[in-house]
């Protein structure tokens, strides 16, 4: 007859560091429940016993498919776990096991075992079935012990670097296997030739006090998330910059971020950024290439979606979660929430939107800069910024219009990836062209006012409260609902529209006008009060039922 594995989850009801410690709530689950969802995937579950003394714990476990024996007195706080086993034995011997049987104590404070480990810990015995197999994870430190004269003793032999070190291990507790008839035998679990099953970090988590919980918490909560964008000199490159912000503040998950083979702009944004980027040839491809990746959340930052595009990404990603960003496609509405920072899609119903530069994903670095701009009644900086392609050349125009106005002070313009060269002398004021601006706060928190396009840059000033004159680089640029007065703009329109009295006109007017200048500054930082990378990705996080411990 072939041996039997019996995969015993010895759980105690009274805790101290963590009150209801194996009741607690990991995942949205109990905790002994992982423990014994890994074991149910080894062995059937007559062969999963929980040993309790508490009601509570006895209920979840019968829940979750184990058997369970109750044990009547309360556990001694002195106990040992192997005396708990040798006690136990003789009723598992009552339930059919035999002395060749395996008894495999799995911790219920270790939920992040998977069960093909504990399958490698019974494979590891049956190959030296007179000992025991124990989980281990490597623990490599320069350490010190005490002499008996209580003097610091090193417990190396030369300082070196610690991955330089003999490798050592410390026990998880999380399997340990034996034979029924050895453990009666020898009165222990730990019985030579002990056999090592070394675990990754997160396997090795045991739940001791809080911060383990946190750190199994962490683990548990990883979401998959593909995180499709792209930049060229007509779609500008605020999608980028918005994906990076997006991923900066999901780290701790798995993040994909997938780009176009077409546009290289995109790649070359990402190639100095600490993420997995992968290239696509068109929509059927990004979605094939989801397949194997079977994310929790897709993200589409990508302007106008597709029905056949959301569609096709229901089929492939059955259970996840759909948000567009910044869309007037008809894919928006197919999806599960539209994010519009400032646009408007009135087919995608209200309960399915979130809106306004309140809401809207800034780069961190404008998290950390909690000091506005300094306000000077006359003018003294100006700031030209026009996007990172500036399609329309409207940089250029604004350096001349301030040439015109006779402007005297400091004049920064900032260019980005995809922007062409300016080569502009100016007659009256001194002139700095910035390109690869490694930390833009501090080159806005200069500026009294600044020429900007429609797009993210008006939220980046706003929260510094600089005002600003916009002029939309295209037709899509046109219809940002952001570019008004309440958010510290004075808007001109089309850029490629605008007659050179028009700009001449709003600059006199942001040089002359110091009331006006300060009511724009004032609506300005009123517009993005409250606003935060972290408050906005919870709110999406939470619309789509994705709000799991910890959100971010």
Known sequence: MDETAWLVIPARGGSVGVPR???RLLGGRPL?????????????????????????????????????????????????LDTKILRNLPKLQEMGARDDDIVATMQPTSPM?????????????????????????????????????????????ERVNRQQLPPTYKETGGVVAARLGRILQIGTRIIEPVQ????????????????????????????????RADAAPHLGMGHVYRALAIALELARHDVRIYLSEEHRLGQEF?????????????????????????????????????????????RACADAKIVTFEDRGPGAAAADLHVAEFISNTSVPPERTISGIGNSLMAPVFETMTEPAEFHPAPEHV????????????????????????????????????ASRIDYRSEHYDLEILTDVRYMPDVIQRADFAFTSAGRTVIELAALGVPSICMAQNAKELTHTHATEESGVQMLGLGSSTDDSVIDEALDRMLRDEGYRRKLRVNALASVAGRSNHRTLTRILSSVGLDRFPNL
């Not at 890994?38 to 007559?46: F, I, S």
């Not at 929980?50 to 209920?59: F, L, N, P």
């Not at 019974?122 to 004269?149: F, K, M, Q």
């Not at 992968?278 to 990746?293: C, N």
């Open 270 to 314: 990402f190639a100095s950024k600490p993420f997995d980027t992968r290239t696509v040839r068109d929509d059927a491809d990004f979605i094939d290439q989801l397949v194997d990746f079977n994310p929790t959340l897709v993200l589409l930052d990508v302007l106008d979606t597709s029905i056949d595009l959301v569609q096709g990404l229901r």
């Open 21 to 23: 410690k194996n009741l």
């Open 383 to 418: 700031l030209v910024l026009f996007g990172g392609t500036d399609p329309s050349g409207l940089a250029e125009r604004a350096l001349r219009a301030l040439d015109r106005a006779s402007f005297t002070g400091s004049v920064t313009v900032v260019r980005g990836l995809g």
């Open 32 to 80: 002994i429940t992982h423990a014994i969802e890994c074991a149910l995937g080894v062995t059937e579950p007559r062969h999963v016993v929980v040993i309790t003394d508490d009601h509570e714990i006895s209920h979840v476990a019968d829940s979750a498919g184990a058997t369970v024996i109750f044990e009547d007195t309360p556990t001694p706080g002195h106990e040992t």
């Open 196 to 227: 090592l099953v070394p675990l990754t970090d997160a396997e090795s988590i045991d739940i001791d006090d809080f911060a383990d919980l946190y750190a199994a918490q962490h683990h548990k909560t990883r979401m998959r998330i593909a995180l």
């Open 113 to 157: 075992l998977r069960s093909g480990t504990v399958e490698e810990v019974l494979r590891t015995l049956r190959a030296a079935p007179l000992g025991s197999a124990i989980t281990v994870t490597e623990d490599r430190h320069l350490r010190w012990g005490v002499g008996p004269d209580g003097s610091p003793t090193p417990m190396f032999a």
